[in-house]
């Protein structure tokens, strides 16, 4: 008789005990400011709170590819896109073109929870994947010597455009006003504007030879990253000329511009270090370095530009730097050889 009473006492505080108050059921949204960071070795992308420093959740991509290659938030901020080259880009150029077989392919994540949203298959190895800035195609190129741009549609992955480009593309990046988008030919001295409107090549810009990647700079205007020369070339998104350039002494990787700080702040490609650069008589001008972690390669400002986020490669870390006081703050572990960073505040 006990027991069955003991039974039923329970059997009423079972509901009681079951149902846990709000703040304590796990969710899967990522609910707070966040890095994405995307790790070509481990096949992941790490997930950073901004608030806490800390890698809060990680995706993996196994199922989806290998050797993930950069990131790029959608215009409205709620997907993610990733390469997936089947190439590790750390090994060399020459074996890239050995990889005949290697095939490519863009993951379409939601930034809001991590999950798989689509993925589309490349007949090539790709460099980058990129939304459009109206939300609507994802454009990638292939990175091989008779080069092409593919544009698909965003939401189904369909294939839209196919347009020759050249010898060696890589990183795909649009101007501001979304006219055009950018792309550099490594096996060349020329930089293309396709323009976006036509699915056509508008203009072969003449630059430093060999160039290795272009990066759309929040300043409006396009950099020329030219590691064989140590060189930057500076375009101008409205006469789509060649009008400036930066000599360096070391390999630049990518750079980002500090509206608040007026200063351009480029990677030391393969070394521990961020450069960054003040405006003097219409000219950069080296102004410091500040040390990161093993083999800076990627870097991107807080919305109020008063920290920087660089990528260390080989150091398999994320550096916090003050922009204020140009100084570190803090490494964050990731995963393995991450390559790209965005954020999402």
Same mark, same amino acid.
């Given at each position: 008789m006990?027991?069955?009473?003991?039974?039923?006492?329970?059997s009423l505080?079972?509901?009681?005990?079951?149902?846990? #108050?709000?703040?304590?059921i796990?969710?899967?949204?990522?609910d707070?400011p966040?890095?994405?960071?995307?790790n070509?070795?481990s096949?992941?992308?790490?997930?950073?709170?901004?608030?806490?420093?800390?890698?809060?959740?990680?995706?993996q991509?196994?199922?989806?590819?290998?050797?993930p290659?950069h990131?790029q938030?959608?215009?409205?901020?709620?997907?993610?896109?990733?390469?997936?080259?089947?190439?590790?880009?750390?090994?060399?150029?020459?074996? *890239?073109?050995?990889?005949?077989?290697?095939?490519?392919?863009?993951?379409?994540?939601?930034?809001l929870?991590?999950?798989?949203? *689509?993925?589309?298959?490349?007949?090539? &190895?790709?460099f980058?994947?990129?939304?459009?800035?109206?939300?609507t195609?994802?454009?990638?190129?292939s990175?091989? %010597?008779?080069?092409?741009?593919?544009?698909y549609d965003?939401? +189904?992955?369909?294939?839209?455009?196919?347009?020759?480009?050249?010898?060696?593309?890589?990183?795909v990046v649009f101007?501001?006003?979304?006219?055009?988008?950018i792309?550099?030919?490594?096996?060349?001295?020329? $930089?293309?504007?396709?323009?976006?409107?036509?699915k056509?090549?508008?203009k072969?810009?003449?630059?430093?030879?060999?160039?290795?990647n272009?990066?759309?700079v929040?300043?409006?205007?396009?950099?020329?990253?030219?590691?064989n020369?140590?060189?930057?070339?500076? $375009?101008d998104p409205? +006469?789509?000329?060649?009008?400036?350039y930066?000599?360096?002494?070391?390999?630049?990787?990518?750079?980002?511009?500090?509206k608040?700080?007026n200063?351009?702040?480029i990677?030391?490609?393969?070394?521990?270090?961020?450069?960054y650069?003040?405006?003097?008589v219409d000219?950069w001008?080296?102004?410091?370095?500040i040390?990161?972690?093993?083999?800076a %390669?990627?870097i991107?400002?807080?919305?109020?530009?008063?920290?920087?986020?660089?990528?260390?490669?080989?150091?398999?870390?994320?550096? &916090?730097?003050?922009?204020?006081? %140009?100084?570190?703050?803090?490494d964050? #572990?990731?995963?393995l050889n991450?390559?790209?960073i965005?954020?999402?505040?």
């Amino acid at each position: 008789m006990m027991k069955i009473y003991q039974a039923f006492c329970y059997s009423l505080l079972l509901p009681l005990f079951s149902c846990k #108050p709000k703040e304590e059921i796990k969710t899967e949204n990522i609910d707070f400011p966040a890095a994405y960071v995307v790790n070509g070795g481990s096949n992941t992308v790490s997930i950073i709170n901004l608030n806490e420093r800390v890698v809060k959740k990680i995706i993996q991509l196994t199922d989806l590819g290998r050797f993930p290659h950069h990131i790029q938030l959608s215009p409205d901020g709620k997907k993610l896109a990733v390469a997936l080259p089947e190439f590790d880009f750390t090994q060399s150029h020459d074996l *890239l073109h050995q990889a005949t077989d290697k095939k490519g392919g863009i993951a379409v994540i939601d930034a809001l929870n991590g999950k798989s949203l *689509l993925k589309i298959s490349l007949e090539k &190895v790709n460099f980058n994947a990129i939304f459009s800035p109206d939300n609507t195609e994802i454009w990638s190129a292939s990175a091989n %010597h008779s080069g092409e741009m593919y544009v698909y549609d965003a939401n +189904t992955g369909i294939l839209k455009s196919t347009i020759p480009l050249g010898a060696d593309p890589s990183e795909v990046v649009f101007t501001k006003n979304g006219d055009y988008a950018i792309v550099a030919l490594g096996e060349s001295s020329f $930089i293309v504007a396709v323009n976006t409107k036509l699915k056509k090549v508008e203009k072969f810009i003449k630059v430093d030879q060999f160039p290795t990647n272009v990066w759309a700079v929040s300043d409006g205007k396009i950099y020329v990253e030219n590691k064989n020369l140590k060189t930057v070339n500076i $375009i101008d998104p409205e +006469t789509l000329n060649f009008d400036e350039y930066i000599d360096l002494d070391f390999k630049p990787g990518q750079m980002a511009y500090n509206k608040t700080l007026n200063e351009l702040w480029i990677c030391q490609a393969g070394d521990n270090k961020v450069a960054y650069f003040e405006r003097k008589v219409d000219r950069w001008v080296l102004k410091s370095t500040i040390a990161t972690n093993d083999d800076a %390669h990627a870097i991107t400002f807080s919305k109020d530009d008063k920290i920087a986020y660089v990528v260390n490669q080989k150091g398999n870390t994320v550096s &916090v730097i003050n922009t204020v006081n %140009h100084e570190k703050v803090t490494d964050i #572990p990731v995963g393995l050889n991450p390559n790209g960073i965005v954020l999402r505040e």
